[in-house]
């Protein structure tokens, strides 16, 4: 919640206030979470599972630029004489 400006409400409080109106009221009025080892577990999980993520940007782009090179071979081979005489 915006304490500073209690009429603004931000898209993660929407979300979070539409996955669990109870949870969002519990954030709201600073109660702490009583499953602070389930948390902690699961931000050590997502941080030794993120690697996959920043692997796959660049693989994502390699696969890209093969693709564009073998359309543009095979656009070459068609426009200029693939029949190979």
Same mark, same amino acid.
Do not use: K, Q, Y
């Given at each position: 919640?915006? !304490?500073?400006? +209690?009429?603004?409400?931000? *898209?993660?409080?929407?979300?979070? =206030?539409? =996955?669990?109106?109870?949870? =969002?009221?519990? /954030?709201? !009025? &600073?109660?702490? +979470?009583?499953?602070?080892? /389930?948390?902690?577990?699961?931000?050590?999980?997502?941080?030794?599972?993120?690697? *996959?993520?920043?692997?796959?940007?660049?693989?994502? =782009?390699?696969?890209? !630029?093969?693709?564009?090179?073998?359309?543009?071979?095979?656009?070459?081979?068609?426009?200029?004489? &693939?029949? &190979?005489?």
């Amino acid at each position: 919640m915006n !304490v500073a400006r +209690p009429e603004l409400v931000s *898209a993660s409080e929407i979300a979070s =206030w539409e =996955w669990c109106p109870e949870s =969002w009221r519990l /954030d709201a !009025v &600073g109660a702490e +979470p009583s499953n602070r080892a /389930d948390r902690l577990r699961g931000r050590r999980h997502h941080a030794r599972t993120a690697w *996959a993520e920043v692997w796959s940007r660049p693989a994502r =782009w390699i696969g890209l !630029v093969l693709l564009v090179s073998a359309l543009v071979v095979a656009l070459c081979s068609v426009l200029f004489g &693939g029949s &190979g005489r």
